[in-house]
């Protein structure tokens, strides 16, 4: 196995684990390309989000432009390119959840926690994001916290629903 990457000469944000890991799935794909997402996955879930610097860490450890990884980065809705709250709140704005009320859910969402779409709360507790189809049309209007699916989503219940999630 290669490595390419002196560590020594850099001020470095990945661990060494980190990047060992990196390496592993650098080498496991027959194009570098394809182990982007993977990493950047390794990476968020060590610091939260992908900050300029852990991208350029990871253009030198991968050998391709940060411009590459950045346009993948930007696309993949699940990753962040700026600080997230602990807790991610997506509301689904797709067509039925749209018909049984999900705009009246995200503006619920919007007062109770102070902020607009696409922000965090100021204790870095909430984020709130829209999403597509979340694959439960029958049981809208549907919201995902972090991993969790909550389905028939009331306006009366959310503080409820929020407050499980410190
Ligand atoms: S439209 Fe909302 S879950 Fe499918």
Redesign the pocket.
Same mark, same amino acid.
């Given at each position: 196995m290669c490595f390419m990457y002196k560590r020594e000469n850099l001020m470095c944000e990945l661990s060494k684990k980190e990047i060992f890991k990196i390496q592993y799935v650098k080498n496991k794909y027959p194009y570098v390309q394809a182990s982007i997402i993977e990493v950047l996955k390794i990476v968020q879930k060590g610091h939260g989000w992908i900050s300029d610097s852990l991208l350029q860490e990871i253009s030198n450890i991968l050998e391709i432009s940060s411009c590459e990884i950045e346009g993948i980065a930007t696309f993949y809705s699940q990753i962040f390119r700026k600080p997230v709250g602990r807790n991610i709140i997506r509301y689904?704005d797709? !067509?039925?959840?749209?018909l049984n009320g999900?705009n009246q859910i995200k503006k619920t969402l919007e007062q109770i926690l102070n902020l607009k779409i696409g922000h965090t709360t100021q204790d870095f507790r909430y984020t709130l994001l829209p999403t597509c189809?979340?694959?439960?049309?029958d049981?809208?209007? !549907?919201i995902m916290i972090n991993k969790d699916l909550i389905y028939k989503v009331k306006k009366k219940i959310i503080l409820k629903i929020l407050d499980v999630y410190k």
């Open positions: 689904c797709s !067509v039925v959840c749209f999900c189809c979340l694959g439960a049309c049981q809208g209007p !549907v």
